[in-house]
Nanobody
């Protein structure tokens, strides 16, 4: 059964850091570009970062550029999101999903319906 599993979230003070992890049961993560997405209360889900299949390129939303870093370790089929200099506006539930990094609008946002439970990130003092 296909299941995306996100972990690593938590409560952190502004300026702090967290590292999120994404794995998937029943899905070959290694063969796909993967995006990290977030959804804040009463806001639309947005893509914040995307990494190509081989891990040699990545894209970022302007709101997280220079603060977040996406990476992958295909040997253990895991995608990471290192989040530094966190701000209260980063508070959201974070999900991962396959996507096409270079295609906009993001089709995963439009069509994907197998979201995992996500991991909650709360940035607050």
């Amino acid at each position: 059964q296909l299941q995306f599993v996100e972990s690593g979230g938590g409560l952190v003070q502004p300026g702090g850091s967290l590292r999120l992890s994404c794995t998937a049961a029943g899905f070959p993560l290694d063969n796909y570009a993967i995006g990290w997405y977030r959804q804040a209360p009463e806001k639309a889900r947005e893509r914040v970062a995307c990494i190509y299949m081989r891990g040699d390129r990545a894209t970022y939303a302007d709101s997280v550029k220079d603060r977040f870093t996406i990476s992958r370790n295909n040997a253990v089929s895991t995608i990471y999101l290192q989040m530094n200099s966190l701000k209260p506006e980063d508070t959201a539930v974070y999900h991962c999903a396959p996507t096409a990094c270079g295609i906009l609008p993001d089709r995963t946002l439009l069509e994907f319906d197998m979201w995992g439970q996500g991991t909650q990130v709360t940035v607050s003092s």
